[in-house]
């Protein structure tokens, strides 16, 4: 998302702190916040870390550590919701629609597709290119 540039990941991580600590106490939330808002309350085993403060912060999440990266799995939830909301690439929409019948409820869609983002966005990085939208399209297709 265009909003998260140029940040960094500690200040990336306290905007989930944030958005948290400000719907719990039930406080008015900006846009964006009510966004992460709605994801963490979705991964209700994330937030004894978010409640965590600097340990969230400075946590580490490597392959190697065996553990998740929770921040990256929400961010790619909202990349996934950004993409269907825009429907870019062209066809996303559609295509969580469809998931979205087939599987349980839309979150379920998201996490299929989630992986495919996350495999699509490793490859690029790996490549040192942009990501390939037309295999990302493809691979979502198959699922």
Do not use: C
Request: charged share 25%.
């Amino acid at each position: 998302m265009p909003v998260f540039s140029g940040q960094n990941r500690e200040q990336l991580r306290q905007l989930y702190l944030d958005a948290w600590r400000k719907y719990s106490a039930r406080q008015p939330l900006e846009p964006l916040e009510a966004q992460l808002a709605a994801v963490i309350a979705e991964h209700p085993e994330y937030i004894p870390l978010l409640e965590s403060g600097p340990e969230a912060l400075a946590a580490d999440y490597t392959p190697e550590g065996g553990q998740a990266n929770p921040f990256l799995h929400m961010g790619l939830h909202l990349a996934i919701r950004e993409q269907v909301a825009t429907d870019r690439p062209a066809g996303i929409a559609r295509i969580h629609q469809a998931l979205s019948r087939r599987l349980p409820d839309p979150h379920a869609a998201e996490y299929a597709m989630l992986e495919v983002l996350a495999e699509t966005l490793w490859e690029s990085q790996r490549a040192g290119r942009v990501p390939d939208e037309q295999r990302y399209i493809e691979r979502l297709r198959a699922l």
